[in-house]
């Protein structure tokens, strides 16, 4: 069911972008929404940190996955178990540049009536990278439109990026990665039973509607080529706030550029938040140090304690029988 | 014990879950808690009700209660409200849940148990599930849903495998957490967390133990060792002045096979010449209030820092528990330090400064034993358990809420011949649970806890049949209480024992007759190993 309703929607969405084409409303599309877009996208996301940022963290929780620190002698893990301000930065950069817990998945199955067998599960986490390192480094070869000069490491990037063109012509190694794993993260989704199960609409959506971008992108590339130095042009202008409307484009540059609105736009009100969200996450950005160093709790107050002098007025009788030391006699 | 085998079927259902559907169906879930106990705690709307009827007999203004409650736990945890709001539901989680493994009940995977919380906090808190409601995965808070949080939120032990395997570190505990804080708001908790945490603020002990009773529980002991060893060991209560106060779970004193890890205790304190005390105020190290609410949890929690202030101890040393490590590791220090009225924790015997307790001042016993152990202050003869094959039951607590991997392996390397690992997948980090913490050790839900205990219990299987192993040990009351039941179900054959039963058979005490029998009185087989 949220299969059918994101795809509708995408289409929908597809079918506006085109009418709002045919119409001649370039500005609305090239202009107006992108900014609309950006400005919805900077202040939501700005306030979903400041708002979880604004919520303290009372107790120190960081799920431990290593030896802890004790005796000099026995080893401890500083990653998985970080004792140090250092160990949690590389414990999160491995966890943010490497998605390290995905890579420890494993599946279980039910071997005859009562077996259960685990077995390493990496796909998931080779989707998950594949998908996000091409995001990341296409995101990146875009900066060439947006900076003047453009930097040597974004021309490097471009340039190993297209290392197999003499074999694939004109598309990017990140393009065929990107089509591919979300492919498999849609069909995941759709296929295996549990997935689906705990899939909703909304997940289903991003990911068609990156596809929306990723196709629209790669279209553009190989048959409905865009003047670059003219979308240059109107990126720039746009940067500096002085818009004008691209010149020598076409439709599929008005739909890539409405789907990246629209992502930009639904960033911060969706599960894409997860991209901020890990960096502030309080089980894996403490150390593990907490029986060395107190954690404050800024709302903590006084609470209701059954005292020792009560304790031992309720037992005075019991306790001067059996002989036990008593503060009042 | 369920009557019929416990079937496992992993497939999901064809019915969404938003829809609330849940049969209070007998087995599956713990009886209310009993206003006698509520009342006595002060917690809100005590009342006589069942979860399985279908009157709860809810206060009436529930739901602004419970969406008040959620506002207010928003402001205070930045774990609640990231959690609820990053999750990309990857399903990384789903089969890591032990209660998922052994039931099949896809509420029980990690994803969905939180969605549950987030599908409430969508509808309310979130613009989009105001506007899209069900297609942004929102849902009206009904008492239908409450009755599935109730449900689910009792069927999750709070052990934390999860969060190993979120690329967020989403952890399920929290989550339950917070769902019980609310449940608690509208008076509804079992009876099997309410009622030790009211004994545990009345007596000082989650079993009642009075402060007589403990004593003659005490001295029962103290003969105990002397029949088997021939030594009258010392074991003082409240004794002011002593160097260290030592606190363990009550269940070591009262429960089965707990006591054999408590006679441990006492040798291995009287064989060091320990100069320490035990507490009939502070008589209890487990905090069945961690399964309740924080507030409790610190109230039930002050009573260790309390005590030691009030005898003039140097340091704290603890016994072996679970979540009590996961309240004296990540919380204490926060609920009721600064410490500063103790010092640094030093062994007496070795001299080693205990600095990664430098400001909780408070050490685990397995530290303390292998730190002996490592210094040669102890004569271990191993052969003495030599007719136990030893696996290690890495407990939830004191491995993902504190670290705990090699000190326990390290004793029993030293106590005992004979030691196997489970496999990697089921331990340390990745270990499963017991199927019955975070309060859910009761009998009224036994089928749940044995489906729970499913996976824990297979991975024991597994070295039974491939070594022979006959003896699961663990550093965890509830694991002793809950792990006999559950290994008789599913691996037949194999006992449960704590570290310090080992250590105490093991132990070459100074002046000890010849011993003829181990700590649980059966004969030593000393001379008859078969390997």
Known sequence: MGVSYSLLTVIV?????????????????????????????????????????????????????GQQKSLPWIKSNLIDSPYTTKGVVTRLAL????????????????????????????????????????????????????????????????????????????????????????????FR???????????????????????????????????????????KTWAMGMLRFHPTLPQGVGLVFYIHLFFVSLLFAYFPISKLMHMPG????????????????????????????????????EFRDAIKEVGLPLDKE | MPEERISIDLTPPTKSWMEPTVKFRKGTYCYSAVPKHQKYLDLPYPREWNPAEEDWKLPEHWKE???????????????????????????????????????????????????????????????????????????????????????????????????????????????????RELLNLVGCNINWVVEPASNCYRTGNHLGVPPHAFKSTLEFAVEEVKEITGIKVEATINRKGAEVLFISPSADYFGNPHWFTFLGYLMLFHEIGLDYTWSAYASEGGNFGLFHSSELAKRLNAKIYAEAKRLGVKWILGGECGHMWRVLHQYMDTYNGPADFLEEPVSPITGTHFDNAKSTKMVHICEFTADLIKNNKLKLDPSRNDKWKVTYHDSCNPSRGMGLFEEPRYILHHAGNYFYDMPENTIKERTFCCGSGAGLGADENMEIRLRGGFPRANAVKYVHEKFGVNLLTCVCAIDKATLPPLLEY???????????????????????????TDLRGEPLTKFQVIS
Request: glycine share 6%; charged share 20%.
């Open chain 1, 95 to 186: 966890e943010i540049l490497f998605f390290r817990s995905l890579l420890k998945n494993e599946k279980v199955e039910l071997r005859e009536a009562y077996k259960l067998l685990y077995k390493p599960n990496t796909y998931l986490w080779l989707g998950a990278m594949a998908f996000h390192w091409s995001l990341l480094i296409i995101l990146f070869r875009h900066l060439r439109f947006f900076l003047e000069p453009v930097p040597r490491v974004v021309i490097s990037i471009q340039w190993l990026d297209s290392i197999f063109q003499g074999l694939i012509p004109a598309l990017y190694v990140t393009d065929i990665l990107i089509l591919i794993s979300l492919a498999f993260l849609f």
């Open chain 1, 189 to 231: 989704r759709v296929i295996s039973s549990q997935i689906r199960y705990i899939s909703l609409p909304s997940d289903y959506f991003v990911i068609l509607l990156i596809a929306g971008i990723a196709i629209s992108g790669v279209l553009m590339r190989l048959f409905f080529m865009a003047d670059l130095v003219q979308v």
């Open chain 2, 65 to 179: 209660i419970i969406l008040k409650g959620m506002k207010d736990l928003l402001g205070q945890y930045r774990s609640f409200k990231l959690f609820l709001d990053i999750c990309v539901r990857c399903g990384a989680c789903a089969d890591k849940c032990h209660f998922f493994i052994g039931s099949g009940d896809p509420k029980n995977m990690p994803v969905l148990r939180a969605e549950l919380l987030r599908s409430v906090y969508r509808r309310y808190f979130t613009s989009s599930g105001k506007i899209l409601g069900r297609l942004a995965g929102a849902r009206e808070l009904t008492e239908e849903v409450l009755k599935e949080w109730f449900y689910y939120f009792f069927q999750c032990t709070e052990c934390r495998r999860c969060s190993v395997f979120c690329p967020y570190g989403i952890d399920t505990c929290e989550i339950t957490m917070m769902g």
């Open chain 1, 13 to 65: 969405l597809l079918f506006i972008s085109i009418g709002v084409w045919g119409i001649g409303w370039y500005s609305l599309l090239g202009v107006a929404i992108p900014y609309m877009a950006m400005l919805f996208f900077v202040t939501g996301f700005i306030y979903r940190v400041l708002k979880w940022a604004n919520s303290p963290v009372p107790f120190h929780i960081p799920t431990v996955c």
């Open chain 2, 490 to 516: 599913w691996v037949p054959g194999v006992e449960v024992a704590g570290i310090h039963e080992l250590v105490g058979n093991a132990l070459v005490m100074s002046g000890e007759k010849e011993r003829t």
């Open chain 1, 278 to 313: 890990i960096f502030l996450s309080p089980t894996r950005n403490l150390t593990n140090a907490s029986r060395n160093h107190r954690h404050i709790n800024p709302w903590d107050a006084p609470v209701k304690v059954h005292t020792y002098e009560e304790w031992e007025d």
